[in-house]
């Protein structure tokens, strides 16, 4: 018989989170399960994201933690432009309806991500108690919005944290072709000139390492969002000329 995974531990609102240390290992049934319970206030999200987790679970669960390692990251000069994508973002940008927009429709965007069908899962982790925690959350500054506009409609975008010269990226959207990709672009260009290295994606998905995500050790991820964590957080405002900087010097250009 295997040996048990340790128990998950069950947090009271305000305990502490346990030792990184403790999640839940590659041989466990959930890889990277930390601790179980808590409140979904904006104090304990900020506490759990300055440390290294995350809260995810489906409806009728309590809150779950997570902090798995290895963790996805993308950094955002390795940011994969494929040819196509290079030439979407150019007309975009020439484009008088298109445009970007940052915060202007927050909760529209965390209710798109929370509705969208997802391949191979029958509902949503962006439950209603997420959708008001990350909308707290946006409200008092940490959480953003990255939308992109077309024709005065929102044709796509995502959300994230943002906490000093660290970015969370939680979920993205599309109701329009490469709407997301494009919301992405944006906000590894307000990365790129506010000279943050790294946008967290928790999870390895197919899509992120397409687009140049790749694996690193929790270790690693815990030192780069402590060296950076407690840094002044950039003005979340989107100028057209951070366009040029990936535009002119992203990587090469892949099929």
């Avoid at 759990?48 to 798995?68: D, E, K, N, V």
């Avoid at 494929?82 to 965390?110: G, M, W, Y």
Wanted: aromatic fraction near 10%.
């Amino acid at each position: 018989m295997g040996k048990l995974p340790r128990p998950v531990p069950w947090l009271a609102t305000g305990d502490n989170f346990p030792p990184l240390d403790d999640a839940w290992g590659s041989h466990d049934p959930a890889p990277g399960l930390l601790a179980a319970g808590a409140a979904l206030d904006v104090t304990t999200l900020i506490q759990a994201y300055s440390r290294g987790i995350f809260p995810w679970y489906s409806l009728g669960q309590p809150p779950l933690w997570w902090s798995p390692d290895p963790r996805m990251v993308l950094q955002t000069r390795y940011f994969k432009l494929h040819r196509s994508l290079r030439k979407t973002l150019a007309h975009f940008r020439k484009q008088p309806r298109c445009e970007i927009r940052f915060d202007s429709a927050f909760e529209r965007v965390i209710h798109a991500c929370a509705s969208k069908p997802r391949a191979g899962q029958p509902g949503t982790w962006i439950v209603p108690d997420m959708v008001q925690a990350y909308t707290d959350l946006h409200k008092a500054g940490h959480a953003h919005s990255v939308e992109a506009w077309i024709d005065g409609e929102l044709a796509g975008g995502l959300y994230c944290v943002n906490l000093g010269l660290m970015v969370f990226g939680e979920s993205m959207f599309a109701y329009q072709t490469d709407a997301s990709k494009i919301a992405l672009a944006a906000l590894v260009a307000f990365c790129r000139a506010h000279h943050i290295a790294m946008i967290d994606c928790q999870q390895n998905t197919r899509h992120l390492a397409s687009l140049g995500a790749g694996e690193i050790s929790r270790a690693e991820f815990v030192s780069h969002l402590a060296g950076n964590v407690g840094k002044t957080a950039p003005l979340w405002q989107f100028k057209p000329v951070y366009w040029n900087q990936l535009l002119t010097t992203g990587m090469t250009d892949l099929p």
